[in-house]
């Protein structure tokens, strides 16, 4: 029995901004709360919005079909294997 899994390229590409943007802001935030001087946190603040925002939107426009977090995530190509039976 084949079970179609696809989903459309919209719930790839929310999938993939969703996690990109969690990914890039917790490490900005990271990197800003104990990497950086306190007086440069402004300056880290606007760096790593620029970084988290330019990764969401690379994310974002990239073809699904070509990298999708989903897909990493759950494997496959989506369908399940036809059961061969040898009998």
């Given at each position: 029995?084949?079970?179609?899994?696809?989903?459309?390229?919209?719930?790839?590409?929310?999938?993939?901004?969703?996690?990109?943007?969690?990914?890039?802001?917790?490490?900005?935030?990271?990197?800003?709360?104990?990497v950086i001087p306190a007086r440069f946190q402004m300056?880290?603040?606007?760096?790593?919005?620029?970084?988290?925002?330019?990764?969401?939107?690379?994310?974002?426009?990239?073809?699904?079909?070509?990298?999708?977090?989903?897909?990493?995530?759950?494997?496959?190509?989506?369908?399940?294997?036809?059961?061969?039976?040898?009998?």
């Amino acid at each position: 029995m084949i079970h179609n899994r696809y989903l459309s390229e919209r719930t790839h590409r929310l999938c993939n901004v969703v996690v990109g943007l969690l990914l890039t802001t917790t490490a900005c935030l990271y990197i800003n709360a104990y990497v950086i001087p306190a007086r440069f946190q402004m300056l880290g603040l606007i760096v790593g919005g620029v970084v988290t925002l330019s990764v969401t939107l690379g994310l974002a426009l990239v073809d699904p079909k070509r990298f999708s977090i989903m897909e990493g995530v759950a494997g496959g190509l989506g369908y399940d294997e036809l059961d061969d039976e040898e009998e």
